[in-house]
């Protein structure tokens, strides 16, 4: 794994928010998943304390274009176009497979994909 906080992963998919261009590892894509559930587990038990989802609605706000483009550069760094993401069964698969070694037509590889 690349060197650094796990929390790194998340922040850094959150600046790069609208970035569809470039590749993410697998550490990258999936820590980001990783604190994205968990932070929408505990917005839910806050939003059951408080009796509104307000903060769960606009968290969810918040991570929907990060999460999109997370999953797109995932999907570029296994060498397909992000439109595979739309196929629920098929981007799963494609999501959790290692990255293409060295440069493909999206971008240099990123950073170490052996996790």
């Not at 968990?38 to 609605?57: E, K, N």
């Not at 483009?69 to 296994?78: E, N, P, S």
């Not at 069964?89 to 170490?112: A, H, K, M, S, Y």
């Given at each position: 794994?690349?060197?650094?906080?796990?929390?790194?992963?998340?922040?850094?998919?959150?600046?790069?928010?609208?970035?569809?261009?470039?590749?993410?590892?697998?550490?990258?894509?999936?820590?980001?998943?990783?604190?994205?559930?968990?932070?929408?587990?505990?917005?839910?038990f806050?939003?059951?304390?408080?009796?509104?989802?307000?903060?769960?609605?606009?968290?969810?706000?918040?991570?929907?274009?990060p999460?999109?483009?997370?999953?797109?550069?995932?999907?570029?760094?296994?060498?397909?176009?992000?439109?595979?993401?739309?196929?629920?069964?098929?981007?799963?698969i494609?999501?959790?497979?290692?990255?293409?070694?060295?440069?493909?037509?999206?971008?240099?590889?990123?950073?170490?994909?052996?996790?």
């Amino acid at each position: 794994m690349q060197s650094g906080n796990p929390f790194d992963f998340y922040i850094k998919c959150i600046k790069n928010y609208v970035t569809f261009n470039g590749r993410a590892n697998r550490p990258e894509y999936w820590y980001f998943a990783l604190f994205n559930f968990l932070i929408s587990i505990g917005l839910l038990f806050v939003s059951r304390i408080i009796g509104t989802d307000i903060l769960r609605g606009l968290y969810v706000l918040f991570s929907f274009l990060p999460s999109i483009a997370a999953g797109v550069r995932r999907l570029h760094d296994t060498d397909r176009s992000g439109w595979w993401l739309l196929l629920p069964i098929v981007n799963i698969i494609f999501l959790c497979l290692p990255g293409t070694p060295g440069d493909n037509r999206f971008g240099p590889q990123p950073g170490d994909d052996r996790a």
